[in-house]
């Protein structure tokens, strides 16, 4: 008879799958302990009050679309020290496809176009950091608004005389974001033979890793004519442009633009 309270003691403090909580304190049931149950994780205290912040890229950066740009970020302690921690999630405002993981990396997928970049990342306390780098360009390096002059000189003949005019007129010309077309236009006023004529030109022409390819429109009022345009465009910001031919039989034109960029800027391109 001595065997069925020590079956009972077994029963209840037995393997956990016989139990399904631990027994409460202030009830008659055993006083057993859970050995199975999960003990607490301790969290490092540096944690707390620890801030996230981005070093790489600066707000405003420009980035070309033609090399890597380098992003950096850290997390430092409250008292502003650095902490190892690489569980950083980026993301950009421009380009939805766009996702690196890292504190430090290069990188050249991130879209051509004007970028909010965000670093966030979740601590081991659970807090959640976040940081943002705001008006990062990514574009080509011959993109921007580049201004300067356009000359044209024509020849006309008369009753075969030849007459000679140039004029030189201001030109606002636009190479777009990624750097392959190049569109702008200038007047300049010109006399002929005893008439002040409006000159009006378009440029629309492409890049082409600096060289330059396209047709300079010439209008006249009474008369168009498209000129072939070559020349060349820099990284640095010069573009060099000859033009010439027959103005439908009635001139021979020849002339030239020369533009330097005064902005990264391409706005103007909508206009």
């Known amino acids: 008879m001595r065997a069925l309270p020590l079956l009972l003691s077994l029963t209840a403090c037995g393997p956990s799958n016989l139990i399904s909580e631990c027994p409460k304190a202030d009830t008659a049931e055993p006083d057993c302990s859970c050995e199975d149950s999960a ?3 301790e969290i490092d205290p540096v944690w707390d ?13 420009f980035l070309p679309m033609e090399s890597a740009g ?10 502003g020290n650095p902490l190892v921690w690489d569980d ?4 950009s405002s421009a380009d939805p496809s766009w996702g690196p993981v890292g504190a430090s990396f290069d990188d050249a997928t991130l879209g051509v176009g ?21 008006g990062v360009l990514v574009q080509s390096l011959y993109a921007g608004t580049y201004t300067g002059t356009i000359y ?13 005019s140039s004029c030189a007129g201001a ?19 010109v006399s002929l033979m005893g008439a002040d004529l409006q000159l009006s030109l378009l440029v629309d ?18 008369y168009q004519a498209g000129l072939p345009a070559t020349g060349t465009l820099s990284e640095g910001g010069e573009l060099l442009v000859d033009f010439s031919g027959d103005a439908l039989g009635y001139a021979q034109v020849a002339g030239k633009v020369d533009a330097t960029r005064i902005s990264r800027d391409t706005a103007l391109s909508a206009r």
Not at 70 to 75: I, P
Not at 88 to 91: D, E, G, T, V
Not at 114 to 131: E, I, M, Q, S
Not at 171 to 189: F, P, Q
Request: charged content about 20%; glycine content about 10%.
């Open 171 to 189: 030109t606002t010309i636009i190479v777009d974001m990624e750097g392959h077309a190049i569109a702008g236009d200038s007047t300049c006023l």
């Open 39 to 41: 003990p607490v994780e």
């Open 88 to 91: 950083i999630a980026w993301s």
């Open 205 to 222: 022409a492409s890049n082409d890793a600096g060289a330059v390819d396209g047709e300079v429109a010439l209008d006249l009022g009474f």
């Open 49 to 61: 009050g620890a801030l996230l912040r981005v070093s790489a890229p600066q707000s405003g950066s």
């Open 114 to 134: 004007r970028h909010d970049v965000y670093a966030t990342t979740r601590l081991p306390n659970g807090d959640r950091l976040g940081w943002t780098v705001g």
């Open 70 to 79: 380098h992003f950096e970020a850290e997390v430092r302690d409250a008292a």
């Open 152 to 164: 044209v000189e024509l020849t006309v003949q008369n009753n075969g005389t030849p007459y000679t």
